[in-house]
């Protein structure tokens, strides 16, 4: 399958404070999604995105196709974004997700 | 939408005994997935369907587990004998045809004593 490797592994921020998040993935792929596990466990969907920018609220995200990665940015942090980030990539519709092992947020106060 | 509905949310019984989870995909959605999620292999794809076929089950990790989807709005994944080595959280996805983006349901954590 599709390898995923994502980095940092953790991360711990100030609230207020900016991170940039990185997925690599070891081949072509047409869905790429980035999810935030919150910590009662739900996968939460934040952006569908296999090419190209998008920008929810304090959060956007960017993947470059052609260089097979994808990173995510949370400006502005809050206590509240903590939790672990997947990025998962996938051949297209029908086919599974290849999650990657994550990047476990802490945000304090 | 109500989204993913997977039940139970939580499950605990003991080793031999047979557990049987439920995931009802968001309406008009054709793809289903199952999902394990543990410490040690993070998470990973169990079987999916199209079409309430199913179309990839090597993710199963034995003849312990099966996994059925009797008509578009059910499926079930279940596991006789459960071991508890099958402690994980269980998570049950959904895709409408011709897209690609996933939507998850809340899952159903599972612990086998």
């Known amino acids: 399958g599709i390898q995923v490797e994502q980095s940092p592994p953790d991360l711990i921020l100030q609230e207020g404070a900016n991170s940039t998040l990185r997925c690599n993935f070891s081949?072509?792929?047409?869905?790429l999604q980035w999810f935030h596990q919150n910590p009662w466990g739900q996968l939460i969907n934040l952006f569908y995105i296999p090419s190209g920018t998008k920008q929810n609220g304090r959060l956007s995200a960017t993947t470059v196709a052609t260089e097979r990665y994808s990173l995510l940015y949370i400006s502005s942090s809050q206590t509240t974004d903590s939790g672990v980030y997947f990025c998962?990539?996938?051949?297209?519709?029908?086919?599974?997700?290849?999650f990657g092992k994550g990047t476990s947020l802490l945000v304090t106060p | 939408d109500a989204g993913v509905i997977q039940s139970p949310r939580h499950e605990v019984t003991e080793m031999g005994q047979e557990v049987t989870l439920r995931c009802k995909p968001i309406?008009?959605?054709?793809?289903l997935f199952w999902y394990r999620q543990t410490m040690m292999r993070g998470l990973e794809l169990l079987i999916y369907?199209?079409?309430?076929?199913?179309?990839?089950d090597s993710g199963m990790p034995e003849d312990r587990f099966s996994a059925k989807m009797p008509n578009a709005s059910f499926s079930t994944l279940k596991i006789q004998p459960s071991e508890p080595r099958d402690s994980a959280v269980y998570f049950c996805a959904s895709i409408l045809a011709g897209l690609n983006e996933q939507f998850f349901g809340p899952g159903t954590r599972l612990t086998v004593l």
């Open positions: 369907f199209n079409n309430n076929v199913p179309i990839d």
């Open positions: 998962a990539v996938g051949r297209g519709s029908g086919y599974a997700l290849n």
């Open positions: 081949d072509s792929v047409n869905n």
């Open positions: 309406s008009g959605h054709n793809s």
